[in-house]
């Protein structure tokens, strides 16, 4: 008999904690969940502002971790930015207003773009995307999906550099963004000629409830396993 799924299911996965160390000597808390199938791709989760409550764990990373690899074949490797703490731990280090955190960025990508051959996509969100557009120029990154990009700190230059660059740029905006909605941010990323922005209507942002958190991770597996697609709501 089927099962809906609910916020807190957990679907097969190997799952194991890991340590990322950066150029500047701290360790960084994360996890690695890998598919116990063939793998699509791996994505590196840049988690939201942890000044206000930002982590690996929040919901909407915590449910792809918890879902992906089964339903989409994709490793999901989550972390703790410098002084970011969740219930895996805290990493080494202070939080630097997005700054140092180059060196996080620069790590963790390096680290999974040598351990693992499939095709690796940055995905940010809020402040993640900020890191995602500054630091994960890597040229092993295959692209980066940006949930409810603010633009807070991403400059002119930042945006420039990817438009030149070329590689797929995907931002996910909600409807009823606090910080940036679709219109705007059309007009904002209009400097990534190959961005693609997908409005998330009546989303928030912070992704909260099962439609919202079902459309993020469909239009992440879209980006990257389309064959996957419809992801299932029963198991």
């Given at each position: 008999?089927?099962?809906?799924?609910?916020?807190?299911?957990?679907?097969?996965?190997?799952?194991?904690?890991?340590?990322?160390?950066?150029?500047?000597?701290?360790?960084?808390?994360?996890?690695?969940?890998t598919p116990n199938g063939p793998v699509a791709g791996n994505l590196v989760m840049l988690h939201p502002l942890p000044t206000h409550g930002g982590m690996m764990d929040?919901?909407?990373?915590?449910?792809?971790?918890?879902?992906?690899?089964?339903?989409?074949?994709?490793?999901?490797?989550?972390?703790?930015?410098?002084?970011?703490?969740?219930?895996?731990?805290r990493s080494?280090?202070?939080?630097?207003?997005?700054?140092?955190?180059?060196?996080?960025?620069?790590a963790v990508i390096s680290d999974?773009?040598?351990?693992?051959?499939?095709?690796?996509?940055?995905?940010?969100?809020?402040?993640?995307?900020?890191?995602?557009?500054?630091?994960?120029?890597?040229?092993?990154?295959?692209?980066?999906i940006l949930l409810s990009p603010p633009l807070r700190t991403?400059?002119?230059?930042?945006?420039?550099?990817?438009?030149?660059?070329?590689?797929?740029?995907?931002?996910?905006v909600p409807e009823l963004d606090d910080y940036l909605q679709p219109d705007e941010a059309r007009r904002r990323f209009s400097l990534i000629p190959q961005a693609k922005i997908i409005a998330g209507e009546g989303i928030k942002h912070l992704w909260v409830g099962e439609p919202a958190v079902y459309r993020a991770l469909t239009e992440i597996t879209q980006a990257i396993n389309p064959s996957a697609l419809p992801l299932p709501t029963e198991i």
């Open positions: 008999m089927s099962e809906v799924i609910r916020p807190s299911t957990v679907l097969p996965a190997q799952r194991l904690a890991h340590t990322f160390t950066t150029a500047d000597g701290l360790r960084l808390i994360g996890e690695i969940a929040s919901h909407l990373y915590k449910k792809a971790a918890n879902r992906l690899p089964a339903m989409a074949g994709l490793r999901i490797i989550r972390f703790n930015t410098r002084g970011t703490a969740s219930e895996a731990g080494e280090g202070h939080f630097d207003e997005g700054n140092a955190e180059r060196l996080d960025v620069e999974i773009a040598s351990r693992f051959s499939e095709p690796l996509w940055v995905v940010g969100w809020s402040f993640g995307t900020d890191l995602a557009l500054r630091y994960a120029r890597d040229a092993r990154v295959r692209g980066l991403s400059t002119e230059s930042d945006l420039k550099f990817w438009g030149e660059d070329g590689r797929p740029v995907i931002a996910l």
